[in-house]
């Protein structure tokens, strides 16, 4: 007769319950349901909301979390005992401390690490009491087996805690993300909504889920990306808990943005919550996998965004080779504009421009900037057309005519290509795109302006950027070798300059100990409402410091937001050149005097040409437009191939190049209405309203 020991029994019931879901989630009730809490566990579930841990409640929350969809996540209604909730609220207006943050991917009021609070003095520990308690719950063993049990995540980390207070206030959002860095397991927020006055759903701040649709690759791999559109939004109510396995190349989400009130409209729309990740056993600890975190980073949405596994974005390049020759001399006379080419080039561009002596101005501001910012660059006539079709198209539904681009977590917004068909219709906008900007005739003004560069290609892009929806994250640029970027901003909405931050800092608290930061927040009234395109420096890793993870105390005794880690999810943003607390920051209230690594910046305009010489490293990103917006941002942007001549010694955006904020980079001809008579000797005969070139020839 056969035995089986011990050790051998449990092993089957292992691999029985690994291949039966419904086996394990029997063995899942029932040791729930059989598990005697002992005196620290009785402890915390009363500090939970009163049915929290019954039998019922904890089967239905398991149901609800393994139906769910686009992936498995789960919504406890009521979490913690109410009064521990609003004692908590009422410390962290009281006493905690918040720094305004934004990147390409947020942008939020932000504390420090609450997970490290036994760091702080007794001082400072005193005046948050309830705080600590609700630490201590929410990283027990019993409300880990509990959150365990609900997610069949497997052991969770007692050692390793993460958490963080994140204040949204209109304007705020967080951007598609799957949340995967380090050894993060589960993900969750607890939110600290006013508990008196409900959150409405129209005020924005949800948690969005987005679905994942399936691609095969060229070599036949199948590939998941997430769709452009969530497909399940999850408002904020105050003692609500929302949670989800993180899970690579799956788990993207976002936090939609808190709208701005409507005129009339008085509540304090805060969206206030607690942010964290219980993360995976570490060494020593029961359920320690070896190589597990590492495995974890290589599919991080970040790895993703930084990599060049890009066959499944869109757009794609769509290139258009130049002839080129051996050296510029080789050109000979093809370098300089033919009668043809200027009477074609002033169907377009404000005559002006194409004077010899203004562009030889811009080609010497160029070779000292790296960078051009050209205002009123298009026709009066040829504009006030374009303007007018523009206008009329942003009251058409959305993708009219237009492809959105994706994945999410790199960028979302409309575009279209130059068509090769011939079958576009004719308007002042499909005129850029398809004849105007990939002309022979504007590639020769192009490399003049610049210097004589040679260029090699074109990629011709239009994109419009939906406000309430669009914007690009952070990419560098790896080729070797520098490229020429131009950007069209043609958007037809007015005020957008004006809503920008004056000296390109959120807001900050006012002086004196007697304010508290929260009444600071609520009473900064920050306009700004993104649509901008920045260019950034590389970080410079021979400068980056390392900083001491942990809450200090403040010279006030609050504890100090002095913290290097994000706290959003979305992980560690692109880095400017001077080391910060957070590399991710370009704009926060706590860094007025430090340099921002901002090399250049374009806010959403109209009728303005920059051109910029990118190098290698350089990032650049278009920030989320809020809905708070005038309108749409609208640009034609191109990216062409450059080779130099030995002498030329240009140095590009980034590699030792001019630095500027778009205000600070040299304008030609900007909108003061006053032309030089010099620059318009050459076209003295020309009528910008009837574009007809008249001039005699020599």
Same mark, same amino acid.
């Given at each position: 007769?056969?035995?089986?020991?011990?050790?051998?029994?449990?092993?089957?019931? @292992?691999?029985?319950?690994?291949?039966?879901?419904?086996?394990?989630?029997?063995?899942?009730?029932?040791?729930?349901?059989?598990?005697?809490?002992?005196?620290?566990?009785?402890?915390?579930?009363?500090?939970?909301?009163?049915?929290?841990?019954?039998?019922?409640?904890?089967?239905?929350?398991?149901?609800?979390?393994?139906?769910?969809?686009?992936?498995?996540?789960?919504?406890?209604?009521?979490?913690?005992?109410?009064?521990?909730?609003?004692?908590?609220?009422?410390?962290?207006?009281?006493?905690?401390?918040?720094?305004?943050?934004?990147?390409?991917?947020?942008?939020?009021?932000?504390?420090?690490?609450?997970?490290?609070?036994?760091?702080?003095?007794?001082?400072?520990?005193?005046?948050?009491?309830?705080?600590?308690?609700?630490?201590?719950?929410?990283?027990?063993?019993?409300?880990?087996?509990?959150?365990?049990?609900?997610?069949?995540?497997?052991?969770?980390?007692?050692?390793?805690?993460?958490?963080?207070?994140?204040?949204?206030?209109?304007?705020?959002?967080?951007?598609?993300?799957?949340?995967?860095?380090?050894?993060?397991?589960?993900?969750?927020?607890?939110?600290?909504?006013?508990?008196?006055?409900?959150?409405?759903?129209?005020?924005?701040?949800?948690?969005?889920?987005?679905?994942?649709?399936?691609?095969?690759?060229?070599?036949?791999?199948?590939?998941?990306?997430?769709?452009?559109?969530?497909?399940?939004?999850?408002?904020?109510?105050?003692?609500?808990?929302?949670?989800?396995?993180?899970?690579?190349?799956?788990?993207?989400?976002?936090?939609?943005?808190?709208?701005?009130?409507?005129?009339?409209?008085?509540?304090?729309?805060?969206?206030?919550?607690?942010?964290?990740?219980?993360?995976?056993?570490?060494?020593? @600890?029961?359920?320690?996998?070896?190589?597990?975190?590492?495995?974890?980073?290589?599919?991080?949405?970040?790895?993703?965004?930084?990599?060049?596994?890009?066959?499944?974005?869109?757009?794609?390049?769509?290139?258009? @080779?130049?002839?080129?020759?051996?050296?510029?001399?080789?050109?000979?006379?093809?370098?300089?504009?033919?009668?043809?080419?200027?009477?074609?080039?002033?169907?377009?561009?404000?005559?002006?421009?194409?004077?010899?002596?203004?562009?030889?101005?811009?080609?010497?501001?160029?070779?000292?900037?790296?960078?051009?910012?050209?205002?009123?660059?298009?026709?009066?006539?040829?504009?006030?057309?374009?303007?007018?079709?523009?206008?009329?198209?942003?009251?058409?539904?959305?993708?009219?005519?237009?492809?959105?681009?994706?994945?999410?977590?790199?960028?979302?917004?409309?575009?279209?290509?130059?068509?090769?068909?011939?079958?576009?219709?004719?308007?002042?906008?499909?005129?850029?795109?398809?004849?105007?900007?990939?002309?022979?005739?504007?590639?020769?003004?192009?490399?003049?302006?610049?210097?004589?560069?040679?260029?090699?290609?074109?990629?011709?892009?239009?994109?419009?950027?939906?406000?309430?929806?669009?914007?690009?994250?952070?990419?560098?640029?790896?080729?070797?070798?520098?490229?020429?970027?131009?950007?069209?901003?043609?958007?037809?909405?007015?005020?957008?300059?004006?809503?920008?931050?004056?000296?390109?800092?959120?807001?900050?608290?006012?002086?004196?100990?007697?304010?508290?930061?929260?009444?600071?927040?609520?009473?900064?009234?920050?306009?700004?409402?993104?649509?901008?395109?920045?260019?950034?420096?590389?970080?410079?890793?021979?400068?980056?410091?390392?900083?001491?993870?942990?809450?200090?105390?403040?010279?006030?005794?609050?504890?100090?937001?002095?913290?290097?880690?994000?706290?959003?999810?979305?992980?560690?943003?692109?880095?400017?050149?001077?080391?910060?607390?957070?590399?991710?920051?370009?704009?926060?209230?706590?860094?007025?005097?430090?340099?921002?690594?901002?090399?250049?910046?374009?806010?959403?305009?109209?009728?303005?040409?920059?051109?910029?010489?990118?190098?290698?490293?350089?990032?650049?990103?278009?920030?989320?437009?809020?809905?708070?917006?005038?309108?749409?941002?609208?640009?034609?942007?191109?990216?062409?191939?450059?080779?130099?001549?030995?002498?030329?010694?240009?140095?590009?955006?980034?590699?030792?190049?001019?630095?500027?904020?778009?205000?600070?980079?040299?304008?030609?001809?900007?909108?003061?209405?006053?032309?030089?008579?010099?620059?318009?000797?050459?076209?003295?005969?020309?009528?910008?309203?009837?574009?007809?070139?008249?001039?005699?020839?020599?």
């Amino acid at each position: 007769m056969a035995t089986t020991n011990g050790s051998q029994l449990k092993r089957k019931a @292992e691999d029985e319950s690994l291949e039966n879901p419904s086996a394990k989630k029997h063995q899942a009730d029932a040791a729930f349901a059989n598990y005697t809490p002992n005196e620290q566990d009785l402890h915390v579930r009363g500090k939970c909301y009163p049915t929290l841990f019954d039998q019922n409640v904890f089967q239905g929350y398991r149901q609800q979390y393994a139906n769910s969809q686009p992936y498995k996540h789960g919504v406890i209604k009521s979490l913690i005992e109410p009064n521990l909730l609003r004692s908590v609220r009422n410390e962290i207006r009281d006493n905690l401390s918040f720094t305004a943050k934004e990147t390409d991917i947020y942008k939020i009021f932000q504390s420090g690490d609450l997970a490290n609070l036994d760091g702080l003095e007794d001082s400072a520990l005193k005046r948050l009491p309830s705080m600590i308690e609700l630490r201590n719950v929410m990283y027990s063993a019993e409300f880990r087996r509990y959150i365990s049990g609900v997610t069949n995540s497997g052991p969770l980390s007692g050692t390793k805690t993460d958490m963080a207070i994140n204040v949204y206030t209109p304007g705020c959002h967080l951007l598609c993300h799957d949340d995967v860095i380090g050894s993060r397991r589960v993900s969750y927020i607890l939110y600290l909504t006013d508990p008196d006055t409900p959150w409405k759903p129209e005020w924005g701040g949800a948690l969005r889920l987005y679905p994942t649709e399936q691609f095969k690759s060229e070599d036949g791999t199948t590939m998941k990306s997430p769709s452009p559109k969530f497909n399940v939004s999850i408002p904020p109510a105050f003692n609500q808990l929302a949670f989800f396995v993180v899970q690579p190349g799956e788990s993207f989400h976002d936090v939609e943005e808190v709208y701005k009130q409507l005129e009339g409209e008085k509540d304090d729309r805060m969206r206030m919550a607690i942010s964290g990740w219980f993360h995976l056993p570490q060494e020593g @600890e029961e359920g320690y996998e070896e190589g597990k975190e590492e495995e974890l980073a290589h599919s991080s949405s970040l790895a993703q965004l930084q990599s060049k596994a890009d066959e499944l974005d869109l757009p794609q390049p769509s290139w258009q @080779e130049y002839a080129v020759p051996d050296s510029v001399e080789d050109e000979g006379d093809e370098a300089e504009l033919t009668e043809s080419e200027l009477q074609f080039l002033i169907e377009y561009m404000r005559p002006q421009y194409l004077t010899p002596d203004v562009v030889d101005t811009l080609a010497e501001m160029f070779d000292n900037e790296s960078s051009l910012q050209l205002g009123e660059f298009l026709s009066k006539s040829f504009s006030a057309r374009l303007r007018t079709y523009l206008e009329a198209a942003e009251k058409l539904p959305d993708e009219t005519g237009f492809t959105t681009a994706r994945p999410p977590h790199k960028h979302r917004f409309l575009y279209r290509q130059p068509s090769t068909s011939g079958k576009s219709a004719a308007t002042p906008y499909s005129d850029l795109i398809n004849i105007f900007l990939p002309s022979h005739a504007f590639k020769k003004w192009l490399a003049l302006a610049t210097g004589g560069v040679v260029l090699t290609k074109s990629n011709i892009l239009a994109r419009r950027f939906r406000s309430g929806q669009d914007y690009t994250l952070a990419t560098s640029y790896d080729d070797p070798e520098p490229q020429l970027e131009i950007c069209l901003g043609i958007t037809p909405t007015k005020g957008w300059e004006a809503d920008s931050a004056e000296d390109g800092k959120l807001p900050t608290a006012p002086a004196g100990e007697e304010k508290k930061m929260w009444d600071a927040i609520v009473a900064t009234k920050d306009s700004t409402v993104g649509g901008y395109e920045m260019y950034m420096a590389p970080d410079d890793d021979d400068e980056v410091e390392e900083e001491e993870e942990g809450v200090a105390t403040a010279a006030d005794g609050k504890p100090s937001t002095n913290n290097p880690k994000s706290n959003t999810g979305a992980g560690n943003r692109p880095a400017p050149k001077k080391p910060k607390l957070d590399p991710a920051v370009y704009r926060s209230g706590s860094s007025e005097d430090e340099d921002d690594g901002v090399l250049f910046s374009m806010p959403a305009c109209w009728n303005s040409l920059s051109v910029v010489l990118r190098d290698r490293g350089v990032l650049k990103f278009v920030k989320y437009v809020s809905k708070a917006a005038k309108g749409d941002r609208w640009d034609i942007c191109g990216e062409f191939g450059v080779r130099f001549e030995e002498a030329d010694g240009v140095v590009a955006l980034g590699n030792g190049g001019a630095t500027g904020n778009g205000q600070g980079v040299p304008r030609i001809l900007a909108d003061d209405g006053v032309e030089d008579e010099d620059e318009m000797e050459e076209f003295e005969d020309y009528d910008d309203e009837e574009e007809e070139y008249t001039e005699d020839e020599e």
